[in-house]
Nanobody, 115 residues
Framework: QVQVVESGGGLVQPGGSLRLSCVATGFPFSTYGMSWYRQAPGKERELVASISASGIKTSYADSVKGRFTISKDNAKNTSYLQMDSLKPEDTAVYYC????????WGQGTQVTVSS
């Protein structure tokens, strides 16, 4: 059974940093890429960053490029999203996603950027 659990969200001031974690089990983690999405109130869910199965290739939405870093530790079945220079517009629920999940999503983790 595929399980994905996000954590690490919280309240942070503008300019601050957070590191989100995503532990995924129930499938061969090292053979699948991972992605992070976010959904702000009243807005559609959007893709933030993706990483290949090996962790070598990454891609980012223009809105977070240069501020966010996605990584993947295959030994720990964990993906990370390091978020620096946070802005109020980064406020959203953040989700990780991998193909073995199919149509399901985890519970997400709330990130609030506010002074």
């Amino acid at each position: 059974q595929v399980q994905v659990v996000e954590s690490g969200g919280g309240l942070v001031q503008p300019g601050g940093s957070l590191r989100l974690s995503c532990v995924a089990t129930g499938f061969p983690f090292s053979t699948y890429g991972m992605s992070w999405y976010r959904q702000a109130p009243g807005k559609e869910r959007e893709l933030v960053a993706s990483i290949s199965a090996s962790g070598i290739k990454t891609s980012y939405a223009d809105s977070v490029k240069g501020r966010f870093t996605i990584s993947k530790d295959n030994a720990k079945n964990t993906s990370y999203l390091q978020m620096d220079s946070l802005k109020p517009e980064d406020t959203a629920v953040y989700y990780c996603k991998t193909p073995p999940q199919g149509l399901s999503w985890g519970q997400g983790t709330q990130v609030t950027v506010s002074s």
